[in-house]
């Protein structure tokens, strides 16, 4: 007989009547996922490094970084380019903004100097060129004061060096040319002076100056010792006519004038000291936009060079007249810029200066 008791089916052997069951709370086994804890259904469990589907990656907007690169390049494509970048950024909540704003910044400050720099370019460009009329000729200036001539300025504006820098009498007096009988043309330069010498004769060379121009100081300075060279040998004529076209670039003073007159007034009352003033006011030239040198310091240059006390001269304007029909009577014969270079006749335009007075040389042989 069995002492052994029977337990009921479903109970657990190892479990007597005094072992407590499983108690319902204890955790399930290994692996096993608690009811209520799974995740969403569709949804897969998330590892490290993942992102949870539907969530945004931030990204940065293209066209800022592009309205940036080409702000440094090409102006306007950087403004255009960041003012769109701007309005995606808004409307998509991208990243860039910064850039975008620096592509507008960086163009449009480098747009503005464009313009700026462009307009001073015209500016300067046209205040460097006298405009001329293709019909009606401009009318000469009325004369200033009565200052008595010497017969060393020539009625054009002009004074002439021969050999050893010695000044060669004017072949005609201002007081001696009615300006209102002249054509105007330029195809007729010898109507004021511009004309192959006679055979036999030095070669005339004709040089149109502003003593404001940067241009006819670098011209002094490159062709200023070969010409004085042939015309200490006799085989040119060095004629210089100053004009007063940049007077616009000295800040209302006339400094293109004024230092004309100047020269003016030292080649009337001492012509051997002209060339030493002419230098010396290129080694001196103010800059252009500035007031230039005033007459004081004008006075006082003149002195240096030689030729006495030209004060009263310069302070009565004695050849303001002068130097004005010079001016208006060069832009009417075709002198738009300065320096404006003739030999024989023949006005020079490109290539070394040397090769062209060569040419004309040559012929006289």
Not at 125 to 150: F, K
Not at 198 to 226: I, R
Not at 329 to 355: C, H, I, K, R
Request: proline share 8%; with cysteine; hydrophobic share 40%.
């Amino acid at each position: 007989m069995f002492h052994e008791e029977m337990h009921a089916v479903g109970e657990n052997p190892v479990q007597g009547p005094d072992s407590p069951r499983n108690d319902p709370t204890d955790q399930p086994p290994y692996g096993q996922q608690p009811y209520g804890q799974q995740p969403p259904y569709g949804q897969p469990p998330l590892y490290p490094g993942m992102m949870p589907l539907g969530s945004k990656v931030e990204t940065t907007n293209v066209l800022a970084v592009v309205s940036l690169v080409s702000a440094f390049v090409v102006n306007v494509v950087g403004v255009i380019t960041g003012h769109i970048a701007l309005a995606q950024i808004k409307r998509t909540g991208e990243k860039g903004r910064g850039l975008a704003i620096g592509g507008l910044v960086v163009g449009y400050v480098s747009l503005a100097s464009t313009i700026i720099l462009g307009t001073l370019l015209i500016i300067g460009i046209l205040a460097s060129t006298p405009s001329t009329s293709s019909h009606e000729p401009l009318a000469p200036q009325p004369s200033y004061g009565a200052q008595e001539m010497s017969g060393t300025l020539n009625a054009f504006g002009g004074i002439t060096f021969g050999p050893g820098g010695g000044v060669l009498p004017a072949a005609e007096l201002p007081g001696e040319v009615d300006l209102s009988q002249l054509s105007m043309d330029p195809a007729a330069l010898d109507e004021i002076g511009i004309a192959p010498s006679a055979s036999g004769e030095a070669v005339q060379v004709v040089v149109y100056l502003d003593f404001l121009c940067p241009f006819c100081a670098e011209f002094e300075t490159t062709n200023g010792p070969a010409l004085k060279t042939l015309r200490d040998q006799g085989k040119i004529t060095l004629e210089y006519r100053p004009l007063g076209f940049l007077d616009q670039l000295s800040n209302g003073t006339k400094y293109s004038t004024r230092s004309a007159e100047a020269a003016a007034c030292v080649a009337n009352n001492a012509p051997t000291s002209y060339e030493r003033f002419f230098d010396s006011l290129f080694k001196n030239q103010p800059a252009e936009m500035s007031a230039g040198l005033d007459n004081a310091v004008l006075v006082g240059l003149a002195q240096e060079a030689g030729a006495g006390d030209i004060s009263s001269c310069l302070a009565n304007r004695d050849f303001a007249g002068f130097v004005g029909d010079s001016s208006i009577l060069a832009q009417n014969y075709g002198v738009s810029g300065t320096p404006t270079v003739f030999v024989e006749g023949q006005q020079w335009s490109q290539g070394p200066l040397s090769d062209f007075t060569a040419k004309a040389l040559a012929v006289k042989k």
